[in-house]
């Protein structure tokens, strides 16, 4: 029977030789057939971001498959490696015909007990799935906490809402044309017209035009928005021009659109100056 120890102190003045007798002593206290024992001990600093030559050449031989019993004195030290690593060396040693024992957390997984083998495969599998769905979720937490900031900034992160466009500085900004049709869409409702002749009038797909008359008559009727995002956007058009359209003048409903969006543009361009 061929065993291994392994020890792994973070300083040289802790006591090294002390974890390899007492790894010894457990071996030959536990498995009178045991013909020789390797000992692997490494010296890792806490600034170290690899296990060590001597770990290394641990997982290599065990890879190999010559030992029967790996026995590690603090098995807890490997966490440091990564938060999988005790787990991946486990598995690594169970895959390789490798009996896994730790003195510092009393672990004894032995691989002549294929029922237990099963269900630590099973074990392992999990814990294993559950450090994927924390990654996952450590991830997602990240990506919102850079939309978040994003937000605090004053920055639009999504797709804009009908009427407004992103532009270069990642901020909010009205489209007046758009703006103003669908202001004109939602007072044709009101007066009550039917939502599908002013769908199909305003070129606003019904089912559209329906969730924001439903949700979003302040914004556009009010020129009233809850984002202060929106309301620094809606900056650019206030006052809010009254188109004042009665239903003999609805052909020449473009045209004053158009004349309200160069009147805006023009206004813009003089405020730029």
Aim: charged share 35%; net charge negative.
């Amino acid at each position: 029977m061929q065993a291994a120890i392994y020890a792994r102190v973070s300083t040289a003045d802790q006591d090294l030789e002390r974890q390899l007798h007492e790894a010894r002593e457990h071996l030959e206290a536990n498995y009178s057939e045991i013909e020789d024992i390797d000992e692997y001990a490494d010296i890792i600093s806490g600034t170290d971001e690899v296990g060590g030559e001597e770990y290394s050449r641990l997982w290599d031989t065990v890879a190999d498959g010559e030992y029967d019993v790996v026995v590690v004195h603090e098995i807890s030290r490997l966490s440091r490696l990564g938060p999988t690593e005790i787990h991946e060396f486990i598995q690594h040693c169970l895959e390789n015909n490798a009996g896994i024992e730790s003195l510092d957390v009393g672990l004894s997984i032995r691989v002549d007990d294929p029922s237990l083998q099963q269900t630590v495969y099973t074990m392992i599998a999990n814990i294993m799935g559950d450090l994927a769905k924390i990654e996952h979720q450590q991830k997602l937490n990240r990506i919102n906490s850079g939309i978040q900031s994003a937000q605090r900034a004053g920055k639009w992160t999504g797709r804009a809402p009908r009427g407004f466009y992103v532009g270069d500085d990642k901020r909010l900004h009205v489209d007046p044309e758009e703006f103003l049709n669908t202001r004109h869409a939602f007072e044709r409702i009101a007066s009550g017209e039917s939502k599908r002749q002013v769908a199909e009038d305003s070129g606003i797909p019904r089912s559209t035009l329906t969730d924001l008359y439903e949700n979003s008559q302040k914004l556009y009727l009010g020129g009233e928005a809850d984002d202060d995002r929106k309301d620094a956007a809606l900056d650019e058009l206030r006052p809010l021009p009254d188109l004042d359209i009665d239903e003999d003048d609805e052909d020449d409903l473009d045209e004053r659109i158009r004349a309200i969006v160069r009147d805006e543009i023009e206004r813009q361009s003089e405020t730029d100056v």
